[in-house]
């Protein structure tokens, strides 16, 4: 990655200024931002817990992890373009709250948004230091702070941009690694029971695969149902959780901000179609094959699947090692640091856009130089790594595993999903509902999550406070309890805001060093600023993505629940083939979509190289490469 940043500096003009770093000069196209999705949501979880959820509660856990997880990222797709049409201008979503809320509003969801990213880099450093640790006997502390280093080198050195990339070139390795797998269980006779979808269907029909007991709380025990009530709780608590990991999290809003106006909504929605393919890929065989193995000679290790494995998601790398020997479990460890490195550089690259843009700039120092401002990002990078690698030891020591963060991650942080959504889509949000009733809804959540812990299960520990009723409990009352208040305080919301004061970076509390634009010079906002396709753009993607949320969350999984259809031989052979095309699909658009869209880029690589390059004028937020220096920005204004 620090080569290609130098080359993008050599040959391409590219600046290395502060903006650049945080933002990307706002010029990515669409590949790019949809494998920067995909990788920023493959947590370690996406790998680890889903494989997890699938071997606890069958198929029921396989379908709501990942259509649960899918609908967050088609329903941000709406916040990106939101966010793009009425404040273009803004670096960070907090400093969009700023402009629009005030002060109280704004510290308030700097706190969650902090929150939230210690949570998620601490539950990748949990999944990734326990799956190095597992298959190699690393020791677990060691790696909460050797995995992060390379990652503060080349964020350090290239910012967002680099971040970027590093996603594109993480996720092809992680989609070529979901192939092998895939091929090795269902069409090569990697081990002589396995080597096509029947096969495996007959293995979960075996004693062996039931000696645990079979899918907790499936009808009939059956690993290929999706009637299970308990499942019904597990996806309201992913729902929640996941709702809060993106809505809150403002490096999802960092992608929003980097992408070029029209390649918002198509990157997002690209995002979640091939995100989808990663968990689907993996539970749909490396889950199966832990269930149909764990109790036989080709389980690698002996007696079966252990809580501990379970409780710290190591299911898959011992499915891996029970299919393809220690290289299996070596490929797992490759798959989990892409994920890992990538998940974390877009953590703590926001974190430093937030420090910067949102704490030392208006707060501290608003006639910050540039350098100034790179300085403050790169300290706050190097240290939010420091304290995420320190966090993760601690809670390493406390017995706390990634599953158990990433639910308490919607009780604590769920009650922001919904001011948050409001915030960036309606007119009648008022400053006070914004500053308050977040930290009500925490409050309540919390209190609700340990009383039922305790009235349920009759005391309160780690143990009894991830239980599924009690998760759900703390994140359905956070969920809920803020848009309550939003009704109860609808007086204070009758006058709708001006989103043109937004557009124009006119804040309801100026400070020093805020710049106010007009309506006569919209230069700065990229080349392809267009109002109506921009308006349009939301239009498809609120249709989109609702009729997608509908599909996923209610058409498909309570008509196979209202029926309690059981996967027969021929039906699992066809569910098969179809999650093997999504993959291949999924997987042939992140790779070679952003190379067609960078094609002129390259062309501008190689010239560079060959020394025919023409000395063309860097301008500010546009790539060079992809100038038309006799182009006219068309202007216009966000309604």
């Not at 052979?573 to 093997?580: H, L, P, Q, R």
Request: charged share 10%; glycine share 8%.
């Amino acid at each position: 990655m620090n080569v290609i940043t130098w080359v993008s500096r050599r040959y391409l003009n590219e600046s290395a200024d502060t903006n650049m770093l945080m933002t990307a000069k706002k010029s990515v196209k669409s590949g790019l931002v949809a494998a920067a999705v995909v990788s920023s949501w493959c947590y370690a979880a996406t790998l680890l817990n889903s494989v997890r959820l699938t071997y606890l509660f069958g198929f029921a856990g396989l379908w709501w992890f990942v259509s649960g997880a899918t609908v967050q990222i088609l329903l941000y797709a709406i916040m990106a373009i939101e966010l793009k049409r009425r404040a273009p201008r803004a670096n960070t979503i907090l400093e969009a709250l700023r402009i629009r809320f005030g002060t109280s509003t704004h510290l308030v969801f700097f706190a969650y948004g902090v929150s939230v990213q210690i949570l998620i880099t601490a539950a990748l450093l949990l999944g990734g230091s326990a799956a190095f640790t597992v298959t190699t006997g690393a020791n677990i502390i060691a790696m909460n702070y050797l995995i992060p280093q390379g990652v503060v080198v080349y964020t350090y050195l290239g910012g967002l941009k680099s971040t970027i990339l590093s996603d594109y070139l993480h996720t092809i390795i992680i989609y070529v690694i979901l192939l092998v797998f895939m091929f090795k269980v269902m069409a090569v006779e990697s081990l002589p029971v396995l080597g096509s979808p029947g096969a495996l269907w007959d293995l979960l029909q075996a004693p062996a695969a039931m000696a645990t007991g079979g899918a907790t709380g499936a009808k009939d025990g059956s690993y290929l149902t999706m009637q299970s009530g308990e499942g019904l709780l597990l996806a309201g608590v992913i729902l929640v959780s996941g709702f809060g990991s993106v809505f809150v999290d403002p490096s999802y809003g960092q992608k929003a901000i980097a992408g070029e106006p029209g390649a918002v909504v198509t990157g997002y929605f690209l995002g979640a179609f091939s995100w989808f393919s990663i968990p689907l890929g993996l539970c749909a065989t490396m889950s199966y094959v832990a269930i149909a193995l764990a109790n036989t000679e080709y389980w690698p290790l002996e007696g079966g699947v252990t809580s501990y494995q379970i409780n710290n998601a190591m299911i898959l790398p011992l499915a891996a090692e029970a299919v393809m020997g220690k290289g299996g479990a070596v490929a797992v460890v490759l798959m989990v640091f892409m994920a890992v490195t990538s998940s974390f550089s877009a953590e703590i690259i926001a974190h430093a856009s937030i420090v910067t843009f949102d704490i030392y700039r208006p707060y501290i120092n608003p006639t910050a130089s540039d350098k100034r401002l790179k300085l403050v990002s790169h300290i706050s990078l190097t240290a939010f790594a420091l304290f995420s690698s320190t966090f993760a030891t601690a809670l390493n020591y406390s017995g706390v595993s990634m599953g158990w963060i990433l639910e308490f991650l919607g009780v604590l942080l769920g009650p922001a999903v919904i001011p948050i959504i409001l915030a960036v889509n309606s007119a009648h949000v008022s400053p006070a509902y914004m500053t308050y009733s977040a930290p009500i809804g925490s409050i309540c959540a919390l209190v609700s999550w340990i009383v039922t812990a305790k009235g349920m299960f009759g005391a309160v520990t780690v143990d009894t406070l991830y239980e599924n009723w009690s998760m759900f409990v703390g994140c359905t009352v956070g969920l809920f309890v803020p848009l309550i208040i939003y009704f109860a305080m609808w007086s204070l919301h009758r006058t709708p805001y001006d989103w043109d004061q937004l557009f124009l970076m006119q804040a309801i509390e100026p400070r020093p060093g805020d710049k106010v634009y007009s309506y006569d010079d919209t230069t700065d906002l990229g080349d392809d600023w267009d109002p109506p396709a921009l308006a349009k753009a939301s239009r498809r993607a609120k249709i989109v993505s609702l009729v997608l949320v509908l599909v996923f969350l209610i058409i498909i999984p309570f008509s196979l629940y209202g029926t309690g259809y059981t996967f027969s031989r021929n039906f699992f052979t066809g569910w098969t083939v179809v999650v093997f095309l999504w993959s291949w699909v999924a997987a042939a658009v992140i790779w070679f979509l952003p190379l067609w869209q960078a094609r002129k880029t390259w062309l501008g690589v190689m010239r560079g190289v060959l020394g025919k390059s023409q000395n063309k004028p860097r301008i500010e937020g546009l790539e060079v490469s992809d100038i038309n220096q006799e182009q006219v920005v068309a202007t216009g204004k966000a309604k």
